[in-house]
């Protein structure tokens, strides 16, 4: 993850050097997880819209 936008919302840089835009999955609001700055994500990318999608799991 390489910044946080706002309320639940970040800007992932992925392997490929594409920026995506993100919000939080309903499981990891309803946990509370917080993820940081410099965290490792898994993304799942919108098939509409290659610019957004969901952080679905923080990676170990």
Request: net charge positive; charged share 30%.
């Amino acid at each position: 993850m390489t910044r946080v936008l706002g309320y639940r919302t970040m800007e992932v840089e992925c392997e490929n050097n594409t920026v995506v835009r993100g919000v939080l999955c309903g499981r990891m609001k309803k946990r509370r997880i917080k993820v940081m700055k410099g965290d490792r994500v898994q993304v799942r990318v919108s098939p509409y819209d290659t610019s957004h999608g969901l952080v679905r799991l923080v990676c170990q």
